[in-house]
């Protein structure tokens, strides 16, 4: 395409982070896997119930509007247990 230029990442993002950068990152990741997953299942969800037209944005968003919150909390309150169970699947031979 022309005329069309792609971000470039950042020259330091090639580079190792600092161990505080890296804990910030670890602890966010739970809340950036929560939005996007909760957005997609509120789509999915509500367009299986609603069916697809003109007013699919609006249930979606709505639907979202209520999810991604309570799917944040659920990541953080959940992740001790989930990193458990991750552990203990891992173990297995």
């Known amino acids: 395409m ?8 950042p020259d330091n993002a090639r580079m190792s982070p600092d161990p505080a950068q890296l804990r910030r990152a670890q602890r966010l990741l739970p809340g950036f896997l929560a ?3 909760s957005a997609f299942v509120a789509l999915v969800v509500t367009a299986i119930n609603t069916g ?5 944005a609006m ?3 709505s639907a ?3 999810a991604c919150p309570v799917a944040i909390l659920a990541a953080y309150l959940l992740r001790p247990l989930a990193w458990r169970a991750a552990l203990a699947v ?3 031979r």
């Open 35 to 37: 939005v996007g997953m």
């Open 52 to 56: 697809l037209d003109a007013g699919l």
């Open 90 to 92: 891992a173990a297995l």
């Open 2 to 9: 022309r005329g069309v230029t792609l971000p470039r990442w």
């Open 59 to 61: 249930r979606w968003l």
């Open 64 to 66: 979202w509007a209520r």
